[in-house]
């Protein structure tokens, strides 16, 4: 990352993943033999993570209960090198989300926001304030949820303000679809990039084909970034058009936390000046590493 990018604040959810990996279908009414593992998780400190690794200063901006749990994610963000911003609540607990892991990979979540979706617009606006910060990554999920949506908006509002780029992460179809697609394009609206996979982008566009969704999500922010797995990802908007084929995984392991990878290693990029395509290889990268993991981080 060029010296000229500076740090990027990553605002959004701190969560313990209850990853449960099974090797078939649930066997409703009985027992299915599973392996269980405990992990920090959350789409944004995901991220938020995976900048830290690339070497990008990152700061994450989150709201975690006073309890064990929150304090091991805030741990383990300093040791993978991000700086917590992370406000203490002290009547809700530490987010969680179970993720149930099939075979091939593909996972199901099932969140508990708890804490995190008593984000505060003072939790992150002095974070997106630091004269630092060049950059702010919002998580969709701040503002598909009603009692973080305040903050979410607010993070836009003090960057928009600031003049910093913005990106967004459109996070997950069925709430999008939940929330309405006209009022997410509405807060999202000029944003300098737009990350979607292809339901997402189905949602918010009606459109199936990722490429032509890619197009017309364009027409509401600078850039959309639209990712369809093994089908590759596309770049439409002001600074062109392009198309990059998916990295080819040795072995998919897990999928969880692939799209905060993908991010991760697309924002890495282009902040340090890449182009369209040289920042969507660079994503592609990151997300094929992340499904040979275990967990959602590296």
């Known amino acids: 990352m060029s010296a000229q ?6 605002v959004g ?3 313990t993943d209850i990853v449960i990996r099974t090797e078939g279908p649930p066997a409703v009414g009985s027992d299915r033999p599973a392996q269980i593992r405990y992990s920090g998780g959350g789409a944004a400190a995901n991220t938020a993570v995976w900048l830290a690794r690339a070497g990008v200063p990152v700061t994450l901006a989150a709201r975690v209960g006073d309890d064990a749990p ?5 741990a383990e963000l300093i040791a993978a090198g991000v700086d917590p911003a992370v406000a203490i609540d002290t009547d809700l607990p530490t987010a969680s989300i179970a993720v149930l892991v099939d075979g091939d990979g593909e996972r199901t979540m099932f969140p508990d926001r708890a804490a995190a979706d008593r984000l505060d617009a003072a939790d992150v606006t ?14 969709g999920y701040a503002l598909l949820d009603a009692g973080s949506r305040k903050a979410g908006l607010a993070a836009l ?20 679809e939940a929330v309405g697609p006209s009022r997410f394009l509405g807060w999202v609206a000029g944003v300098d990039l737009l990350l979607a996979n292809a339901a997402e982008a189905a ?10 969704s890619a197009a017309r999500l364009a027409t509401s922010v600078r850039v959309a970034v639209v990712k369809d797995g093994a ?3 596309w770049w439409r908007g002001e600074s062109g058009a392009a198309w990059v084929a998916a990295e080819p995984a040795r072995r998919v392991v897990d999928s969880t936390g692939a799209g905060d990878a ?12 890449a182009g369209p395509a040289g920042a969507l290889a660079a994503g592609a990268r990151a997300g094929t590493l992340a499904v040979g993991l275990p967990g959602a981080r590296p």
């Open 5 to 10: 990018a500076g740090r990027v604040v990553v």
């Open 13 to 15: 959810d701190l969560a």
């Open 70 to 74: 929150g304090r091991d994610r805030i």
């Open 126 to 139: 002095a974070a997106v304030e630091r004269p630092d910060v060049r950059h702010l990554h919002l998580s």
């Open 157 to 176: 509002e003090t960057a928009g303000r600031r003049g910093i780029t913005i990106s967004v992460d459109a996070a997950s179809a069925a709430p999008l």
């Open 203 to 212: 949602v918010l566009t009606g459109l199936a084909d990722p490429s032509v």
């Open 231 to 233: 089908g590759g990802a």
């Open 262 to 273: 993908f991010a991760a290693g697309l924002l890495a990029a282009w902040l340090s000046g």
